[in-house]
């Protein structure tokens, strides 16, 4: 039996050589990483921003230069007319304009409110408000500095797991659980799908070997392919994009283990369900791709999510790996934590289930 | 010539309605999957919880301040007793915040001491951990303005364009762009290599066609079907179940929509004529889709990314697409202001396809 098996791993492997697979499907995981570690930049910063000062006082001035020599805002004083501002942010040259009324000055040293006009572009949800909140952040700077109001209530932030708040950070371990999602998946998605186009399943039919050695079979080397990748991708987390490793490697090499297996088993599944290759990739891009970015909780969290979001957030393998790769490089509680055995046990009876799948929906014959 | 021409599209029609699968997929990404997306998730800052430890109990300022954190962005306030507890439930990400008030509170700020708060923040959903760490603050802030003078500036905040169901209508309309790029790139550059995978390249090669219209009419076939699963889309999912607003032409939108599928159909060709069989074309697809989506301004503006990014978007079509679609829809942009999306778009697309047709064309 091992014979038949190691048989059909070595015709696998060469398959993969020779069609030149192989070679990308290491530059495929490399770039991806590397497009998201380098290119993928979600703060917000360099906002640009109009002021329309009518005032013209010293007061004014002051109060404009808090949105100065600050990274968050690039800001002109302009002097055009509200309508030609708001045309501007019409046309998406501008995100921000900020209006001084005139008698600014005059007002506030009278203790008379000042209605300051603030228009935020409003396209891009979460930026809007974060902008709203950077203007007003600025604006209780300006009136505690201006009313010599000392400021009584001070925070200590403690910003858990990611210090310093760094995108690279909070993004990258996702990743890594996105990356193991779509490449594997899409590789085996082929594998038997491939055969059966170019119709040399039916060495398989005619052959002696059972439903679970040909699993077996497609199984193995992808597995080894795809591990050395799983390492690789540590390494380049660690050393290059130098995030903290905080959890346990045994925890990574097992938890990643399991996902692989999953993977592969997803990409099986679909290769054994569709009939043309084109259909399998389809099928591939559809349940990896879409809930890989959407549902996995590294966009967006997962209990902010609702209705079916949520549910199929839960039925998907994504959210249990990404919650386990966020453990072991920023928390660090590893197997101690009750919710990470948890997640490693919802991922065995994942793997228990698609490959029992595999093996149900395998057929032997035409 | 023309009948030629329509011999083709009907075959490559056919080919697809005979697979049910294919279709199904089609549906399933432009009806179903907005539907979840748009219904289910957030993008905003909404819905974040927050735990809170006042560790004197029932603190008048301290309710004070919780009684002003109030939905949309924050949704359950959970009292803790302890310390431990919050740290817990932040790594369960049962709470997102937590908030520890000292036990002097009350009494510091009425004798106008200087107090602490402190301030736990789960981190690793990096933007909208910092949207609530500003949040916060801005929150606090207001309530100790308050206590000591009267703030004499109101800020009068007017959120251009589509204040309302703003996150669900956005999320609606990046998914649609999603569904465009995936099938447009995965459908173009199979209609081409299938030919080789099933051995009836030899047979296409003696259908007495010229070769570049061909390549023109199988091409053309996949954006008649993506064209029309626009527009269905359009039509049931974002007008009918979302109200979409439509601040531009929307004649506009649906050029420009033709104009990038022919140019994402073009990167189709492109990994066509490169790839040597299946499964490359389906990792090449991986390979360009991904950057793609990240990089072109779907999440956050593309002005908000680094000049390197800003550099590279130059060269993505979805780029342009995404920011034409924004000033169409939400921003009502004349149309005149979007040459240059509309140029972009164009020449990337006529790129692709000289390189795409000259590549492919020598295999005939």
């Not at chain 1, 209605?115 to 950077?134: E, F």
């Not at chain 1, 209705?307 to 509680?333: C, E, K, Q, R």
């Not at chain 2, 006042?54 to 007793?81: A, C, Q, R």
């Amino acid at each position: 039996m091992t014979k038949k098996i190691t048989q059909l791993v070595k015709k696998e492997f060469k398959e993969y050589v020779r069609e030149r697979i192989l070679f990308l499907s290491y530059i495929l995981p490399l770039s991806i990483i590397f497009i998201i570690g380098y290119g993928l930049n979600m703060d917000t910063e360099h906002i640009r921003t109009m002021i329309i000062d009518n005032d013209k006082t010293p007061v004014s001035m002051k109060f404009s230069q808090k949105f100065y020599n600050t990274k968050y805002f690039d800001s002109k004083t302009i002097d055009i007319s509200t309508n030609k501002a708001l045309n501007k942010i019409k046309t998406n040259q501008a995100e921000l304009l900020i209006i001084i009324p005139s008698n600014f000055e005059k007002n506030l040293l009278k203790g008379t409110p000042v209605h300051l006009g603030v228009y935020i572009d409003g396209v891009y949800p979460m930026l809007s408000k974060t902008i709203s909140g950077y203007v007003s952040a600025a604006l209780y700077s300006f009136v505690a500095s201006e009313t010599s109001m000392k400021a009584k209530i001070v925070y200590e932030p403690r910003n858990l797991f990611n210090q310093s708040m760094k995108t690279r950070w909070a993004v990258i371990p996702g990743s890594i659980a996105l990356i193991m999602i779509l490449v594997p998946a899409m590789f085996s998605a082929l594998m038997v799908v491939k055969e059966k186009e170019r119709g040399t399943i039916f060495n398989f039919y005619a052959s002696s070997m059972s439903k679970g050695e040909f699993l077996l079979g497609k199984l193995i080397p992808s597995f080894i392919i795809h591990y050395i990748t799983v390492m690789a991708l540590l390494l380049i987390t660690i050393l290059l994009f130098e995030l903290p490793f905080r959890g346990s490697f045994i925890l990574y090499a097992l938890s990643s283990a399991l996902f692989l297996l999953i993977s592969i088993g997803i990409g099986l599944l679909v290769s054994i369900v569709t009939k043309s290759q084109i259909a399998a990739i389809i099928l591939t891009a559809m349940v990896t791709i879409i809930p890989g970015v959407l549902y996995s909780g590294i966009m967006t969290p997962i209990d902010t999510m609702e209705g079916m979001a949520n549910f199929t957030a839960h039925i998907y393998p994504m959210m249990y790996y990404v919650s386990i790769m966020y453990d072991i490089f920023l928390i660090g509680d590893g197997f101690s934590s009750l919710v990470i055995r948890e997640y490693l046990y919802i991922l065995v009876v994942f793997v228990l289930v698609i490959y029992f799948l595999n093996y149900l929906l395998l057929r032997k014959k035409l | 010539m023309m009948g030629k021409f329509s011999i083709i599209l009907q075959k490559e029609w056919l080919e697809l309605f005979r697979s049910r699968g294919m279709l199904f997929f089609v549906f399933y990404l432009f009806i179903i999957n907005i539907y979840i997306a748009g219904k289910g998730i957030n993008i905003d800052a909404r819905g974040v919880n927050v735990g809170i430890l006042d560790e004197k109990g029932n603190s008048f300022y301290v309710n004070k301040i919780i009684s002003s954190l109030h939905e949309p962005e924050f949704e359950n306030i959970i009292i803790y007793t302890s310390r431990n507890k919050i740290y817990d439930d932040i790594k369960k990400k049962k709470i997102m915040v937590g908030l520890i008030f000292p036990r002097t509170f009350d009494i510091d700020i009425a004798n106008k001491k200087e107090t602490k708060i402190q301030l736990l923040l789960d981190t690793t959903v990096a933007t909208l951990s910092y949207y609530t760490y500003t949040h916060l603050v801005n929150i606090v802030n207001n309530f100790q303005t308050q206590q000591t003078v009267n703030i004499p500036i109101k800020m009068e905040t007017h959120k251009l364009f589509n204040q309302n169901a703003r996150s669900q209508t956005f999320m609606t309309l990046k998914e649609l762009m999603s569904a465009i790029t995936l099938l447009s790139i995965i459908l173009s550059a199979a209609v081409f290599v299938k030919e080789k995978e099933q051995d009836t390249w030899d047979l296409m090669l003696l259908v007495p066609v010229n070769s570049y219209m061909m390549i023109f009419a199988k091409l053309l076939s996949q954006v008649v079907v993506i064209m029309i699963g626009f527009l269905l889309s359009l039509g049931i999912v974002l007008f009918g179940v979302f109200d979409l607003p439509m601040e531009g032409s929307f004649s506009a939108l649906i050029l420009l929509t033709f104009l990038y599928t022919i140019a994402a159909c073009g990167i189709g060709l492109f990994i066509a004529s490169t790839a040597k069989n299946i499964t490359q074309v389906g990792l090449m697809a991986i390979l360009v889709i991904i950057p793609l989506n990240f990089l072109s301004g779907g999440i956050t503006p593309i002005d908000a990314k680094s000049e390197i990014v800003q550099w590279f978007s130059y060269l993505s079509p979805l780029r342009y697409y995404i920011e034409g679609v924004l000033n169409l829809v939400f921003r009502g942009t004349p149309t005149i202001y979007l040459w240059e999306q509309f140029l972009g778009i164009f020449v990337i697309a006529i790129v692709l396809f000289i390189y795409g047709v000259k590549k492919i064309g020598k295999l005939f």
